[in-house]
């Protein structure tokens, strides 16, 4: 028995309703880290870029999109996000932005307050998955030591010196050398 495909209907371009909004998504987004850097202290940041694949056709001209389509960005990568293409930014880091976002309100759905641990663990292995852990530790140290003025000690943590064991730093004698 032969099987058919049903005829194909194309949809209305940009199906006509409101944004979904949502208080306690948003406030649970605000607990997630960056999805670019791993880093606390977050912004709500909305997809705007259409992808119909996963059910999103953009926003209209003075229309917000809904929550749904909202990750967790980091002030800094909230604003450069908003300076470029923003499908070229989130290209340039390697991560699908629909995908994630459809996985983190799925996961808050359906497990509610319960949510936070698995979307920080989703969250980390796609950071893990595009590569991006060492890249946002980086950038972490980096802005650490310009927004606490000048030191990283200004940041909470030990000087470096102070974290490594006297066997591991440079320069020190071997355990088999020592008399």
């Keep these: ?49 259409a992808s119909p694949r996963y059910g999103h056709y953009g926003r209209g001209k003075g229309s917000k999109a809904s929550d749904r389509w909202a990750l967790p960005l980091h002030q ?7 300076r470029m293409n923003e499908e070229r930014f989130w290209s340039s880091i390697g991560i699908d932005p629909h995908l994630l976002a459809l996985v983190v309100h799925g996961i808050w759905s359906d497990l509610g ?33 310009n927004e606490a003025g000048s030191h990283p000690s200004n940041s909470g943590l030990a ?13 020190a004698p071997r355990r088999d050398q020592c008399p």
């Design 1 to 49: 028995m032969a099987s058919r495909i049903a005829n194909f209907i194309r949809p209305a371009p940009t199906p006509k309703r409101k944004p979904t909004k949502s208080k306690d998504y948003l406030a649970f987004i605000h607990e997630l880290p960056c999805c670019v850097t791993g880093r606390y202290g977050v912004e709500a940041a909305h997809l705007s870029f």
């Design 159 to 171: 000087p470096i010196d102070q974290r490594i064991p006297n066997e591991h730093r440079r320069g």
């Design 113 to 145: 307050d319960d949510a936070v641990a698995f979307a920080t663990a989703i969250i980390n292995q796609t950071l893990a998955d595009a590569g991006a852990l060492d890249r946002g530790t980086r950038h972490d140290r980096y802005h650490r030591r």
């Design 76 to 82: 800094a990568e909230h604003r450069r996000q908003h």
